[in-house]
């Protein structure tokens, strides 16, 4: 809401010297957030003008100009506002005014909006002491149809007048954020009522200051609303005022256009800038609608099937059965609370206006201007809710303005509907808001703070009945009376406690080892990102889920109304995402790249099926057997880590030639993630539909429960890669780091540094090509025992020497007791322990 100064002014005392700041920082101490300041962005001297004469004089690229003669001072004096001649040469290209017309003149020194500075120049063969203003170029609105003669505007001042206070070019307006459920300030109304409470100044209620006219002939009118909303029907009130014999040529006088075009709105014409200079002064949307072109009276209802509107933005619009219509006998005239129709628009031969102003349900005036995508200031507030009360006095006031800038005379005919249900008292106990806001208010505080809000009170046995004010839907229950209470006397006295954190209670294990896998990574090169949740159907089944086998089926949940038709299905993997994000940093010429991501997946069961239940009210703690059966409706979503990686993770230097990020990269990301969440995440070969044959590794994690795979890293299919327009060798990895954290016990445990001598020995086991070196490994590491300090695998051989189908795997093992210094003979026993055990599973043989 944008509130011109000038207008606030005239409801409230604003202090001499009152600055924007100063209005911004009172609003703020009542809970109104400030936006910004808006001014006309223009500076003097700007005079008022009279053309004595001019010469037209056509120029060679076929335009006319006109050299003017401009007196810019009063008739004797020997100066202008500048220090120039009282007469100036002006060349103006506009060909809309007249010798004796009074303008606008910019003299030499003075900026218009742009900023455009204004100065002496020559043109035309001449030296133009100046600039004959259009009111685009003094920023009173968007029309430029030539220069701003200024009896249009209904002005004859003395010539060298200062035009920036006449045309109140000198005003300022500030902008405030009206949150949701205080639809009262979108009013100057409402703000100086604000203002009021802020500083402590005397608020003059504009809707006093005008009578409301009583009809004597009635106007038909009927609310035939058969579908009301939550037990409302669509106009609790409805009033309509005729004035006759109105001028709608007149010109919007000065005053009338700077304060809207301050507010925000540009001037169109002067019968509708009187609505809706109303509507902001008041907070109740107003609408004219020419009488004559009225058939018969009108009646407020629902649209029925295949109707259609045109409205004032001359669109033709298909009807809802929910949309509330204002209608004649001719049809659908207006779409009730957001436009009117074209079929009954004010135009310059409009003589007789007949006059509403009504309250609309707000949830009909909120879905149909979503509907019909059409927010208009109207609909703003009328969703907001209105004050009901005030649609009889912003009727009679549209009605004076009328009368007196259009030259209309007020009839008697009119009507009123007022169904308007009484207001409800709520119970306030003594002691609540004391109890609630945790400061001790007084009775006096209390009962001044809500009288202060308009509120009625009466005393109880224990407490007060308050009655809120009509303009106030939102005060609904006594903790929205509390919140009244603390904001009028003042936020500033709720004293600042700092809670004291319970003991036994911080980030949970989880929360703890999601931290330090993402600042591992982090620390390693690795760059977090986040992707878009939402997927195609192709990349659901080419990447899987990062614990779900190979081709496995995997459901996919969609979107009932996606961003994307394209992308309709929630992630059942990271790497989509990545690869895309990854496609679009390499469009913009970063080529070497380390991207990972934390974050949930989407993984439904088989035969997964939505919830059927129904969300219940917020207000309303939903039962245990709800809540359960809201969570059956919610499919699995376990935290996911991806990892992408292309381009060079060495640059060239001198001495030194690129490497290229491959499998190798992507498996050492695992293993960082294996050391920050203190679990042994074990490499198998494995293959998957998106990975490279042979460049890809199944990840395990083994407990006591067993073995359990969570992911899988490698190289991604150099097809898959070349779709997203990336060169190269692409490593990827994905690992479920929920069924890792679930496995990861207490987290890192430090074991002691052994203080006896190690025996080392190397072992070298021929098994066929296709055992998995890790499985061997493991066996290997079985049967070693307890005095099996470390087993790693040192070389893997094919060739001569080693039969054809096999392969020669070479591991190194330390062996090392805690209490005592091994025997050869010892470590020489266990190793041929795991020997056995790597024979007995894999058919294994020491290499001779």
């Known amino acids: 809401m944008r509130v011109p100064l000038s207008w606030l002014g005239e409801y409230v ?4 010297g009152t600055t924007p700041e100063d209005v911004h920082a009172a609003l703020v101490s009542v809970g109104l957030e400030e936006e910004e300041i808006h001014r006309f962005d223009l500076s003097g001297p700007i005079v008022v003008g009279e053309v004595l004469e001019f010469t037209e004089e056509p120029q060679s690229n076929g335009k006319t100009i006109r050299w003017c003669q401009v007196r810019v001072a009063p008739e004797g004096a020997e100066a202008a506002a500048d220090g120039g001649p009282a007469v100036h040469g002006i060349v103006c290209g506009a060909a809309n005014f ?16 742009g900023p455009f500075p204004i100065a002496a120049r020559k043109t035309y063969g001449h030296v133009s002491d100046g600039m004959i203003a259009s009111a685009r170029e003094l920023g009173l609105g968007d029309e430029h149809d030539g220069i701003l003669r200024l009896a249009t505007l209904g002005l004859d001042p003395e010539v060298g007048t200062d035009a920036i206070s006449l045309l109140g070019l000198d005003d300022a307006a500030v902008e405030v954020n009206v949150t949701p459920d205080r639809g009262y300030a979108f009013s100057i109304r409402g703000i100086a009522r604000e203002y009021s409470h802020a500083t402590g100044v005397s608020f003059r209620d504009p809707a006093l200051a005008v009578a409301p006219i009583v009809s004597g002939e009635i106007f038909p009118v009927t609310i035939d609303d058969q579908a009301p909303i939550r037990g409302r029907t669509g106009a609790s009130v409805f009033v309509t005022r005729v004035v006759r014999g109105v001028d709608a040529t007149r010109p919007s006088p000065a005053w009338l256009i700077s304060r809207l075009k301050l507010a925000g709105i540009r001037s169109i014409s002067l019968i509708v800038d009187i609505t809706n200079y109303v509507m902001l002064e008041l907070g109740q949307p107003a609408h004219g609608y020419d009488l004559d072109k009225l058939t018969g009276g009108i009646t407020v209802r629902r649209a029925r099937v295949g109707e259609e509107l045109v409205t004032l933005d001359d669109v033709t619009r298909t009807l809802n059965a929910e949309d509330l219509l204002i209608t004649d006998e001719s049809g659908p005239i207006g779409l009730a609370g957001v436009m009117g129709g074209a079929s009954t628009e004010i135009s310059d031969i409009t003589t007789n206006v007949l006059v509403e102003a009504a309250n609309f349900d707000p949830v009909s005036i909120a879905r149909a201007a979503r509907r019909h995508k059409l927010p208009s200031e109207a609909s703003k507030r009328f969703e907001r809710g209105v004050d009901p009360a005030v649609a ?61 809000i308009g509120a009625t009170l009466e005393v109880t046995t224990d407490g007060l009945a308050v009655t809120p004010p009509s303009w106030r839907p939102d005060l609904t229950d006594k903790w929205t009376l509390a919140e009244e209470v603390a904001r009028i006397v003042g936020y500033d006295r709720i004293p600042s406690v700092l809670p004291v954190a319970p003991p036994g209670r911080g980030l949970t294990l989880s929360q703890q080892l999601r931290r330090t896998v993402a600042n591992t990574l982090a620390a390693t090169g690795h760059t977090e990102v986040l992707a878009y949740p939402f997927v195609s159907e192709t990349a659901n089944n080419r990447f899987g889920a990062a614990s779900v086998s190979p081709g496995a089926d995997v459901p996919q ?7 994307d038709g394209e992308a309709p299905y929630l992630r059942t993997s990271i790497l989509p995402g990545l690869l895309q994000i990854a496609h679009r940093n390499r469009s913009r010429g970063l080529t070497d790249l380390a991207i990972f991501e934390l974050g949930l997946v989407f993984r439904p069961e088989v035969g997964f ?9 917020g207000a309303e703690r939903p039962s245990d057997e709800l809540l359960a059966e809201l969570n059956a409706g919610i499919p699995p979503q376990p935290l996911s880590l991806g990892v992408v990686l292309t381009g060079n993770t060495v640059h060239h230097q001198p001495g030194q030639p690129a490497i290229a990020a491959s499998w190798q990269d992507a498996l050492a990301a695992v293993q960082q993630i294996a050391v920050a969440s203190g679990m042994q995440i074990e490499v198998r070969q494995g293959s998957h539909q998106a990975m490279h044959p042979g460049r890809t590794a199944e990840l395990f994690v083994t407990t006591d429960a067993g073995s359990e795979i969570v992911g899988y890293a490698g190289e991604l299919l150099p097809a898959f890669a070349h779709e997203h327009d990336l060169p190269g060798v692409v490593a990827v990895a994905e690992i479920n780091l929920t ?23 190397d072992l070298s086991l021929v098994v066929p090509v296709d055992v998995p070196a890790g499985d061997v490994r493991a066996g290997v590491a079985e049967g070693g025992g307890e005095l099996l300090e470390h087993v790693e695998l040192v070389d893997d051989y094919r060739g001569h020497g080693v039969g054809e189908g096999q392969k020669s795997l070479t ?32 058919d294994a043989t020491i290499r001779e």
């Open 557 to 563: 949940i969609k979107v009932a109304n996606p961003l």
């Open 811 to 842: 591991f190194a093992l330390r062996f090392r007791a805690p209490d005592r210094t091994l025997t050869a003979a010892e470590a020489s026993d266990a190793k041929l322990a795991g020997v056995a055990v790597a024979a007995e599973r894999f």
């Open 739 to 761: 069924a890792v954290f679930d496995r990861a016990g207490a987290g890192i445990i430090a074991k002691p540094i052994g203080t006896m001598p190690a025996a080392t020995q």
């Open 98 to 113: 007249f010798v004796g017309d009074k303008v606008a003149v910019t003299l030499p020194g003075s900026v218009l909006p």
């Open 392 to 452: 009889v006095v912003a009727a009679a006031r549209v009605v004076q303005l009328l009368v007196e800038l259009a030259g209309g005379e007020a009839d008697d005919l009119g009507s009123l509907h007022d169904a308007t249900p009484d207001a409800t008292a709520i119970d306030l106990p003594t002691g609540f808001i004391s109890r609630l806001i945790g400061l001790e208010y007084t009775a006096e505080e209390v009962r001044t703070s809500l009288a202060e």
């Open 13 to 16: 005392d604003l202090e001499p």
């Open 609 to 617: 099926e939505y919830g059927s239940a129904i969300v219940p009210p």
